[in-house]
């Protein structure tokens, strides 16, 4: 499985930016798909992450403002990001790992995660 995160750049506070994670090498559909971010000495943290079945999940500092999903054609999950802030700053990466088509609670754990992509830039100026 390789993954490859796109779209990341400089949004003023107030604004939107969407970012991808193409997965390529298996079947998609049968993986849960997250995001992370991580901001300079900072912990890795979880962000939002989206099941086969289209289950999310959302850090209370994105929920409201942040969304998810998966093109199960395209093999690419999205993470549309509005009302940006500074504190949104951060190396953005996307993780996945196998799930099947079993029903399984979103993952919030970095070590939940098998696979990760290379982290695309996004930095929120105020």
């Known amino acids: 499985v390789q993954l490859q995160a796109s779209g990341g750049g400089l949004v003023q506070a107030g604004g939107s930016l969407t970012i991808g994670c193409a997965f390529v090498?298996?079947?998609?559909?049968?993986?849960?798909v997250g995001w992370f971010r991580q901001a300079p000495g900072k912990e890795r943290e979880f962000v939002a992450a989206?099941?086969?079945?289209?289950?999310?999940g959302y850090a209370d500092s994105v929920k409201g403002r942040f969304t998810i999903s998966r093109d199960n054609v395209g093999d690419t999950v999205y993470l549309q990001m509005d009302r940006l802030k500074p504190e949104d700053t951060a190396v953005y990466y996307c993780?996945?790992?196998?799930?099947?088509?079993?029903?399984?609670?979103?993952?919030?754990?970095?070590?939940?995660?098998?696979?990760w992509g290379q982290g695309t830039q996004v930095t929120v100026s105020s």
């Open positions: 989206v099941n086969w079945n289209d289950t999310t």
């Open positions: 090498g298996r079947t998609f559909s049968m993986y849960a």
């Open positions: 993780a996945a790992d196998y799930s099947g088509h079993n029903i399984v609670e979103i993952r919030t754990s970095p070590g939940s995660y098998g696979y």
